[in-house]
């Protein structure tokens, strides 16, 4: 699978990204692959090359990079080891809504200055926490953003008032949530509301269940399900071949 491995400017400095791209001459639609709370890795980079087998030009970016150069985390201990765990969380935190949408912006105008990609309307994915950077994206930069595909996101609903359902009115994107089964992130009580903005707000959206705990869809994470993981690729590429341009 062709790869470039690149960084992008951003208002905050450099971001390490790499652009995984079909076989052939192209170009293809351009995506937007956000990673869960580990951040990028070997098994994140495997994921944007499978989603760009399907025909799309996958950008992967280190969320992160405003840590510097950190040191990746082991996914079996983040969440145990108390001093990971403290680190994971105060990297999570450095993630604001402003910065998502930042970012966005910055990787989205190097999409389009790319020959491997076409047009200049994006899909955004996300996994856990990129879920949630996924529909903040698509509700910031409404004329930037044509799919969504979010994946257990959580945070998709809060009583904060950057909640990112409150976005709602703003999205143009269509929107896919996959959620997972007692998964306290992401309720059925989240999802009624999500689907009572979006219906107000009209935007095409889909919000469906998976039989499956929280981080289904990643194979380095504990709760991984290969069942589930299989669906979740042929509903991104349903949603992603229904709104981006070819």
């Known amino acids: 699978m062709p790869t470039i491995t690149d960084t992008v400017t951003t208002p905050d400095g450099s971001c390490p990204v790499r652009l995984f791209t079909p076989e052939g001459p192209g170009p293809w639609p351009g995506v937007v692959m956000y990673p869960d709370a580990g951040g990028v890795r070997d098994t994140f980079e495997q994921m944007a090359a499978k989603l760009a087998g399907f025909g799309y030009a996958v950008l992967l970016p280190d969320v992160y990079y405003r840590s510097g150069d950190w040191a990746p985390f082991d996914m079996a201990t983040a969440f145990t080891d108390a001093s990971e765990r403290n680190r994971l969380f105060s990297m ?3 993630i604001t809504p402003d910065r998502m949408a930042s970012d966005a912006a910055a990787f989205f105008d190097y999409l389009a200055a790319r020959p491997e990609v076409s ?4 899909g955004v994915c996300g996994y856990c926490m990129g879920g949630r950077t996924s ?9 930037r953003v044509a799919a969504v595909a979010s994946f257990h996101g959580g945070g998709l609903v809060t009583d904060t008032a950057d909640s990112p359902h409150l976005l709602a ?14 998964d306290a992130s992401f309720t059925p009580d989240h999802a009624e509301a999500l689907k009572k903005a979006l219906t107000a707000a009209g935007v095409r959206h889909t919000i469906e269940w998976y039989s499956a705990a929280h981080g289904f869809a990643v194979p380095d994470n504990a709760p991984y399900d290969e069942a589930a993981a299989e669906r979740h690729w042929t509903a991104m590429v349903d949603t992603f071949g229904s709104a981006l341009a070819p």
């Open 135 to 143: 529909v903040v994206v698509a509700g910031r930069l409404p004329d």
């Open 92 to 94: 999570i935190g450095s």
């Open 169 to 182: 009115d703003r999205m143009t994107a269509t929107v896919y949530i996959g959620g997972a089964e007692d």
């Open 119 to 122: 047009g200049e309307r994006f």
